[in-house]
């Protein structure tokens, strides 16, 4: 499971209130990613972090945030949570061969 | 930035045979293509990989070719088992540091015994 758990697993909540997922990791890679899934458009970016305070915007950004504080967490937060951010969300750590690994996921139901 | 798209969306094959899943990209500047697995609930599990200096690469019944010139590449499952039903996905980048993945949509393949 390359040392990667995700809090929560399983998260419903209402609209306009903010949610924040956790990705932790034991391995100390440097770089961290956010993906979502949604049926019919395989995986997409949301953010990625190539270091402690360093992060960037992937193609699916509008709508969230994130932080890294430590080199083992990894924050993904909205702000304000809409229906249309009900997904399943997949944290990702790379190793240095450029492989990535993913998180067992968290499935976020907004209402 | 980077498209992917991926052929079959599904794709069934009987227990023995041969499965071939493609995908072409856009970017010609995208230097890795890995392959994932994912079954149903689970996590997507990285199953072979390959780099834009090699045009073949091979594990066990899994293998997966590269055509740079026409941007596509394939995954070949020979000798298909029932374990081999899922969902898979092909990815493109080409990141040297941070490594952006672009997704296909995914192909799901039944294997039936």
Known sequence: DAGITQSPRHKVTETGTPVTLRCHQT??????????????????????????????????????SVSRSKTEDFLLTLESATSSQTSVYFCAIQRE??????????????T | GENVEQHPSTLSVQEGD????????????SNYFP??????????????????NVGEKKDQRIA???????????????????????VYFCAASRGTGANNLFFGT???LTVIP
């Open chain 1, 27 to 64: 391995e100390n890679h440097r770089y961290m990613y956010w993906y979502r899934q949604d049926p019919g458009h395989g995986l997409r970016l949301i953010h990625y972090s190539y270091g402690v305070k360093d992060t960037d915007k992937g193609e699916v950004s509008d709508g969230y």
């Open chain 1, 97 to 110: 061969g450029r492989e990535q690994y993913f998180g067992p996921g968290t499935r976020l139901t907004v």
């Open chain 2, 18 to 29: 041969s499965a071939v899943i493609k995908c072409t990209y856009s970017d010609s500047a």
């Open chain 2, 35 to 52: 392959w994932y697995k994912q079954e149903l609930g689970k996590r997507p599990q990285l199953i072979i990989d390959i780099r834009s």
């Open chain 2, 64 to 86: 997966v070719t590269l055509n740079k010139t026409a941007k596509h590449f394939s995954l070949h499952i020979t000798e298909t088992q029932p374990e081999d039903s899922a």
């Open chain 2, 106 to 108: 995914g192909t799901r």
